[in-house]
């Protein structure tokens, strides 16, 4: 339900040419599958179905400390340059969704 929500909220943004809206719509319907997956499995992050004991818990699976805070030392100084290479793209292809730029297909 949630989903169908997301993207008739995307459909009718575009229709009010509101593209900011319709990015966050779209970008919510994208992320909602996952979400309700991983509430689904809660708390499995692998199940299997030939061996119930081989299933994989979240537990199991999360990362030792040390390992996130060497990650986060490694992503810190690469997400200023991510967020700015997103930015460049936004700027550099703002006006290829108004219609006004001619689309082949």
Do not use: H, K
């Amino acid at each position: 339900m949630l989903l169908v929500a997301a993207l008739l909220a995307a459909r009718a943004a575009l229709a009010r040419r509101r593209p900011g809206w319709a990015l966050v719509a779209t970008g919510a319907a994208l992320a909602l599958p996952v979400v309700l997956v991983g509430a689904a499995l809660w708390p499995y992050v692998l199940v299997s179905t030939t061996d119930p004991d081989a299933s994989l818990l979240v537990a199991d699976a999360a990362a030792s400390a040390p390992t996130l805070r060497l990650l986060g030392w490694v992503a810190l100084p690469l997400l200023p340059a991510l967020l700015g290479f997103q930015a460049m793209c936004w700027w550099v292809f703002r006006g290829r969704t108004d219609g006004r730029a001619p689309v082949y297909w």
